[in-house]
């Protein structure tokens, strides 16, 4: 029986194929998983419904169980109307939840399309569609090394 608050059985087995500096996206409901991917990535859909289950509540659950060194969001372009609206509330969530994992790491924008094409690379491991509605409620993780404790 697992320890940590992960227990997808899908998902623990990609994350621990995974390595150091590989990545793995958290992807909102809007996002086109199955066309913005790495060569090397596999995707896990768990968009069981509108807004079932949110990218925060399976970045709680990916974060207790893997180490991270760092932590993207998908920018917005500053031509996108809603740019004018400020920073999307939701990135406050992922926030709280790295602060809640024991990490002081930021949160990262990197431009929209830029964020694809970093998702495109050959280190992306993993996608987990979710059903979550909120704009730009994208997480790239770069995963970290365990270390000697």
Known sequence: MLKHHLIHPQINALLGRAGHHSRVLIADGN??????????????????????????????????AVPVDQVNVMGIPPDDPYARQGEPPVWNEFRQAVRDAGLSLPLEPILKWDFYQQVESPDHVLTIQT???????????????????
């Not at 998983?33 to 990916?62: F, H, M």
């Not at 790239?140 to 000697?148: K, S």
């Open 131 to 149: 059903g979550d509605q909120s704009l730009w409620a994208n997480v790239l993780l770069t995963l970290g090394c365990r270390t000697v404790t």
């Open 31 to 64: 996002y086109p998983a199955w066309n913005k991917k790495g060569p090397n990535a596999e995707l896990v859909s768990l968009n069981l419904s509108p807004g079932i289950p949110t990218v925060v509540q399976v970045l709680r659950a990916v974060l207790s």
